[in-house]
């Protein structure tokens, strides 16, 4: 369990996340409401200003995600729960949840995590339905009987 001392520690590192990106968010905002198209330019100066405003928006909508995540686990450190692992029920030390606060699981438990996500992946290049296009046929056999 957490002392009261790193529990705080903790707490001025989300609150601290969730001031900056209430601030990037409140910039994001303000830039798609100024956002003015200039009728009349020429369609690749308009199309670079459209990707980088799309790409602005992407920016917005993965830090809109990082909120999320950052009031769940204030939300488990209001509930004495933010050091015990979701998928284990282990703890997550301290140091780790410092350098990422925004962790619900143990160093044990994302390392696999993470081995299963790329066992899946390499297993899509290899042949998996990712392969298949459009009009593509898949045979399927039943299983032999024992």
Do not use: W
Not at 67 to 96: H, M, P, T, Y
Not at 104 to 113: D, G, N
């Amino acid at each position: 369990m957490l002392n009261q001392k790193e529990k705080n520690q903790i707490r001025a590192v989300l609150a601290e996340e969730l001031r900056r990106l209430s601030k990037k968010g409140e910039s994001a905002l303000s830039y798609s409401m100024n956002h003015e198209r200039n009728i009349g330019r020429d369609s690749i100066d308009e199309s670079m200003e459209e990707e980088l405003f799309s790409t602005e928006m992407r920016l917005h909508d993965r830090e809109k995600f990082l909120l999320g995540k950052i009031n769940k686990q204030i939300a488990r450190l209001e509930a004495d729960e933010i050091d015990v692992c979701e998928d284990c029920g282990e703890a997550i030390s301290f140091r780790r949840l410092l350098a990422r606060p925004v962790t619900t699981l143990c160093i044990e438990c994302k390392e696999q995590s993470e081995r299963e996500e790329q066992a899946t992946e390499q297993a899509g290049r290899a042949g998996g339905f990712g392969e298949l296009s459009e009009g593509s046929e898949v045979e399927v056999k039943a299983p032999a009987e024992e």
